[in-house]
Antibody, heavy 119, light 111 residues
Framework: EVQLVQSGAEVKKPGESLKISCKSS????????IGWVRQKSGKGLEWMGF????????RYSPSFEGHVTFSLDKSLSSTYLQWNTLKASDSGMYYCARQAAPGSAWVAWGQGTLVTVSS | QSVLTQPPSVSGAPGQRVTISCAGS?????????VHWYQQLPGTVPKLIIYANKKRPSGVSGRFSASKSGTSASLAITGLQAEDAADYYCHSYDNTLSGSVFGGGTKLTVL
C-alpha cells in the first residue's frame, strides 16, 4: 500500500523561498501522478496541479501557475512543491495525494504540511 | 468560486438519510469524467469514500452511496450517525482546465 509522508510545518516571512516534500513508500511503481491541493483555514480544497512520476510532466492550475513549481527526485521517491517568493496569502495546509491518472480518484493522501507566512 | 457547486451545509437527525449535490457543467461531469467523493473529519486528512461515480473503497460503510446524471452528481448517506459529521467534497476532471476540480465542500451536521 502506498503511503505518502510530507515534510513538517514551516513558518516563513513574505519574500522568502520554501520547498516542501512528499515522500512515497510502499510501492515502487512510477506510473502514477501526485497531485497537490491547498486548504486555507476553514476553507475548501483548491487544486494546485500535479506531476507525473514517470516523466516529470506537470500541469498547474491557472491560479497557481508561475507562483509554484513541482519537481521530482526519483532516487528519493519524493516530489516537491516550491515557492521562490512567498506571500502571506500562501499560508495554509498543503496536501499531496496519489492518483493513477489525471481524472482518477486521489486514493492515498499525505498528512499535510502547514505553511505559515507572516512578517 | 468553485467549478463544482455544492450546498454549503446539510443536516439531518440520527438515522435519517441526507443527500449532497454536486453540480458541474459540460466540461467536467457532463463530459463523462468520473466523480469522486471525500470525507474530511474535523482536523483530519480528506478520505476517499466514493470513486468512479458510485464505487466504494474497501472499508467504507455501505451507508454511503453516490450517483451521477448529466452534469451533476450526488452523495447519499443513510442511517446517519454522529460520526458522519464532517465536510464532504466532490471531485472531477475538467477538460478546459486540463486538471482536477473540487466542489466547495458541504458541511454535514448531525442534529
Amino acid at each position: 500500500e502506498v503511503q505518502l509522508v510530507q515534510s513538517g510545518a514551516e513558518v516563513k516571512k513574505p519574500g522568502e523561498s520554501l520547498k516542501i516534500s512528499c515522500k512515497s513508500s510502499g510501492n515502487s511503481l512510477t506510473n502514477y501522478w501526485i497531485g497537490w491541493v491547498r486548504q486555507k483555514s476553514g476553507k475548501g480544497l483548491e487544486w494546485m496541479g500535479f506531476i507525473y512520476l514517470g516523466d516529470s510532466n506537470t500541469r498547474y492550475s491557472p491560479s497557481f501557475e508561475g507562483h509554484v513549481t513541482f519537481s521530482l527526485d526519483k532516487s528519493l521517491s519524493s516530489t516537491y512543491l516550491q515557492w521562490n517568493t512567498l506571500k502571506a496569502s500562501d499560508s495554509g495546509m498543503y496536501y499531496c495525494a496519489r492518483q493513477a491518472a489525471p481524472g482518477s480518484a486521489w486514493v492515498a493522501w499525505g498528512q499535510g504540511t502547514l505553511v505559515t507566512v507572516s512578517s | 468560486q468553485s467549478v463544482l457547486t455544492q450546498p454549503p451545509s446539510v443536516s439531518g437527525a440520527p438515522g435519517q438519510r441526507v443527500t449532497i449535490s454536486c453540480a458541474g457543467s459540460s466540461t467536467n461531469i457532463g463530459a463523462g469524467y468520473d466523480v469522486h467523493w471525500y470525507q474530511q473529519l474535523p482536523g483530519t486528512v480528506p478520505k476517499l469514500i466514493i470513486y468512479a461515480n458510485k464505487k466504494r473503497p474497501s472499508g467504507v460503510s455501505g451507508r454511503f452511496s453516490a450517483s451521477k446524471s448529466g452534469t451533476s452528481a450526488s452523495l447519499a448517506i443513510t442511517g446517519l450517525q454522529a460520526e458522519d459529521a464532517a465536510d464532504y467534497y466532490c471531485h472531477s476532471y475538467d477538460n478546459t482546465l486540463s486538471g482536477s476540480v473540487f466542489g466547495g465542500g458541504t458541511k454535514l451536521t448531525v442534529l
